[in-house]
């Protein structure tokens, strides 16, 4: 069992970085694939980046690969989403999400392969 908690959120500008961060409770993090997934108000939740068990490996969704890095440090059970060059369409609420099926890479982008989501803090980028 993981239970996941976001935090880091805010409001930015146009242009500006934030980073989030997804503490996970419990042992052996590093067994977990763990993605960053993000939903605006009326849309899709949509898939933005994830990272292997070991960190080894990193996957970005079209709309935000260059801009954001995904990274992970398993002694303090923590992933963190690095977001530069932010938009105003990057507006959303941000969610973690963890899969023991992913740990060494898969079908990152559907959401049916994560087991355990974390309750999601908001980003607002004003223009």
């Known amino acids: 069992q993981v239970q996941l908690a976001e935090s880091g959120g805010g409001l930015v500008p146009a242009g500006g970085s934030l980073t989030l961060s997804c503490a996970a409770s419990?042992?052996?993090?590093?067994?977990?694939?763990t993605g960053w997934f993000r939903q605006a108000p009326g849309k899709e939740r949509e898939f933005v980046a994830g990272v292997t068990g070991n960190g080894g490996y990193t996957y970005y969704g079209d709309s935000v690969n260059g801009r954001f890095t995904i990274d992970r440090d398993n002694p303090k059970n923590t992933v963190y989403l690095q977001m530069n060059t932010l938009k105003p369409e990057d507006t959303a609420v941000y969610y973690c999400?963890?899969?023991?099926?992913?740990?060494?890479?898969?079908?990152?982008?559907?959401?049916?392969?994560?087991?355990?989501w974390g309750q999601g803090t908001q980003v607002t980028v004003s223009s």
């Open positions: 999400a963890a899969s023991e099926g992913l740990a060494y890479g898969g079908n990152w982008q559907s959401r049916l392969h994560y087991d355990y």
């Open positions: 419990g042992r052996s993090f590093s067994r977990y694939g």
